[in-house]
């Protein structure tokens, strides 16, 4: 049975997302880039919010942001609503706050961050190559473990820092040094940061050098103070997948909700 789908804000492959879900019915869109609004009075089957979903300030996501409540019209008890990124729901009120998070989906999830470590190339570097540098990887996961390997396989000198020794021993197994935090010490060319939280100290952070990049790739609150130290120079990398590679984002995201729909999630 064909359904009736409404697309919201987002950046350009949420865009490209409203146009994969073709095969499912029909798309209206709301605040969507490059399309333009056509959503319609009443209840929709699918409601498919940005992933992320919401900004620092509790909005949805979207070129002008969108106040949650202001979907409530849209969606009903059958609604099924999808995002990213959504904190248990938090922040959103029903029937919204039962969305289902694609970024729970695990294989979204490791897509997700293959995507992101591929995208990170490109972003600028001030003029520095990769050959010979000194390149911390704050965390392991499905950001840090890709984006560690592609970086060697460029030249660079790539240490990881993660907190469990676990970890610390895989990424030993596959070549690469790893620390704890606590252990992390002297200069950088550049410092990728996964992890959602300051994992380093004050002290550990003037240490970096006068001309190291910190690209944060993690997301909200990141890995630095509010305050950035003296000396490092904060390079914002989040959302690289929805800049860089829009349409493999797409097709990512749209798998995870045919998933989700035959109830593998």
Known sequence: MMKRILAVGGDRRQSLLAGLLRDLGAVDTL???DRPDTAAPGMYDLLIL????LDAHGYIRAAAPL???TLLPYCGAST???GGALNGGAGLPAPLGAACDLLADPTVKALNGRLTAEAFFALPRAGKGLTGSRCLVLGWGCIGRPLSLLLRSFG???TVAARRQTVRAEAEGLGLRALPFSDVHG???FVCSTVPACTLTDAQLAEMGPDCLWFELASAPGGLPARVPDGLTLVPAGGLPGKYLPRAAAE?????IARALEGAL
């Open 156 to 158: 660079a000198s790539v």
């Open 80 to 82: 099924r609503v999808f």
């Open 31 to 33: 605040a969507v880039p």
């Open 252 to 256: 990512v995201l749209r798998g995870g």
């Open 67 to 69: 106040a949650p409540a």
């Open 187 to 189: 200069a950088w060319d």
């Open 50 to 53: 940005p992933t992320p979903t």
